[in-house]
Structures are given as structure tokens and as C-alpha cells.
């Protein structure tokens, strides 16, 4: 399979703490992006980063990248209730025609 | 709310019927996807629309028959389906094809369909 791995599976925090997740990937990349999904409903897109970035930031998210690694990470920080959603990390590959979704992460923010 | 809308929202039919999805967009996407998710897992790709043509079909079977009339909609029409097609049917956009862009995409909400 083409599709990244996430870890962890599922993770559960308080409010207020941050969140760090995962992705792995095994292509080389375009550009590599978050999206999160709440309950039973569309992924909404987060954030994109390219290949030739390092890091990137969007209020409370950062995310770095590592292609040496193929690797990827997101950090929401001061972590809200409303974060509690599934977040997925998606990328495009340089060749081929397939726009991969990682396993996904599911947060869950205890008020 | 979201900016593609998908019809109906939920969707019950036998494995007789003949019933279609529907997808809408008016942001001037160029490109229109179908996705399949299952309960708790990753979506995975049906069809690519690039400019009206389809561009991609990920081994689908032929049960599922993706149309475009127009840039801003997207029908999926299905027939003679099985209980394990029941999943969450994702519409999305993006503004070029993912190839030639760095193009997020923009989802619906869904449409919860379950064959009995």
C-alpha cells in the first residue's frame, strides 16, 4: 500500500495540553498535507507543506517535515475540546496519480 | 458548512435499486473526486474529474458510474450494489488537479449510504 502510517492510532489529552502526531510516508513527495475530520463529516484541509519547507506554522499548528526521514509531524498546541476530530496526513507524490491519506490520528481533548 | 454540497445526506436502498449521488461546487474548481470511506479508516480514491474528462478510476467497479455534466457538479450512480459498499460517499474539489498544483482539496460532508 501507498498510504502513510500514522501513530499514534488514537491519542487522549486535556484540555490545554499539546498534541504532537505522526505521519510516515514511503514515496518521494510533492508537498505533504493535514486535514482533520470531525464525526461523520468532510475532511476539512489544515495546513501544506512542500517539499523544499521545513517546517511551517498556522495559529495553533506546526508542522514539520522531513523527507530524508519521509516523515512528518503535526503539533497542535494549547489543545481546545473543539480539537477532538480525526486528523489525517495526506500526501501527493512527485509521480504517479494517487493522492495518498495516511491511517489517521484521532485525538480526543478531555475539557 | 462546507462549500461542495452532496446530496442526499443519507441514503438506505437494496441491492436492486438504482440510485445516484450528487455533487455540487461553485468555487470554479477544475477538479472533482469521489471518494469511499469506511468506519474508521482512511478515504480512498473512486474517480478524478480533471476539466469535465475523467482522468483517473481506481479499479472501481462498474456498479459505480461516476458523470460530470458541468465543472460544478458531479453525480455518482449506482446500481445493483452490495452490503459491503455501505460507507460514506466524499465529494471533493480542488482548484487544478492535484498534479499540477499544490491544490488542497475542499470535501462535503458526505452521503451515509447503506445497502441492506
Known amino acids: 500500500s501507498q498510504q502513510g502510517e500514522e501513530d499514534p492510532q488514537a491519542l487522549s489529552i486535556q484540555e490545554g495540553e499539546n498534541a504532537t502526531m505522526n505521519c510516515s510516508y514511503k514515496t518521494s513527495i510533492n508537498n505533504l498535507q493535514w486535514y482533520r475530520q470531525n464525526s461523520g463529516r468532510g475532511l476539512v484541509h489544515l495546513i501544506l507543506?512542500?517539499?523544499?519547507?521545513r517546517e511551517k506554522h498556522s495559529g495553533r499548528l506546526r508542522v514539520t517535515l522531513d523527507t530524508s526521514k519521509k516523515s512528518s509531524s503535526l503539533l497542535i498546541t494549547a489543545s481546545r475540546a473543539a480539537d477532538t476530530a480525526s486528523y489525517f496526513c495526506?500526501?501527493?507524490?512527485?509521480?504517479?496519480?494517487?493522492?495518498?491519506f495516511g491511517t489517521g490520528t484521532s485525538l480526543t481533548v478531555i475539557p | 458548512d462546507t462549500e461542495v454540497t452532496q446530496t442526499p445526506k443519507h441514503l438506505v436502498m437494496g441491492m436492486t435499486n438504482k440510485k445516484s449521488l450528487k455533487c455540487e461546487q461553485h468555487?470554479?474548481?477544475?477538479?472533482m473526486y469521489w471518494y469511499k470511506q469506511k468506519a474508521k479508516k482512511p478515504p480512498e480514491l473512486m474517480f478524478v474529474y480533471s476539466y469535465e474528462k475523467l482522468s483517473i478510476n481506481e479499479s472501481v467497479p462498474s456498479r459505480f458510474s461516476p458523470e460530470c455534466p458541468n465543472s460544478s457538479l458531479l453525480n455518482l450512480h449506482l446500481h445493483a450494489l452490495q452490503p459491503e459498499d455501505s460507507a460514506l460517499y466524499l465529494c471533493?474539489?480542488?482548484?487544478?488537479?492535484?498534479?499540477?498544483?499544490?491544490?488542497?482539496?475542499?470535501f462535503g460532508n458526505g452521503t451515509r449510504l447503506t445497502v441492506t
Open positions: 468555487m470554479g474548481h477544475r477538479a
Open positions: 507543506i512542500r517539499s523544499n519547507e
Open positions: 495526506a500526501t501527493v507524490p512527485n509521480t504517479g496519480n494517487q493522492f495518498y
Open positions: 471533493a474539489s480542488s482548484q487544478a488537479p492535484w498534479r499540477m498544483s499544490n491544490s488542497p482539496l475542499h
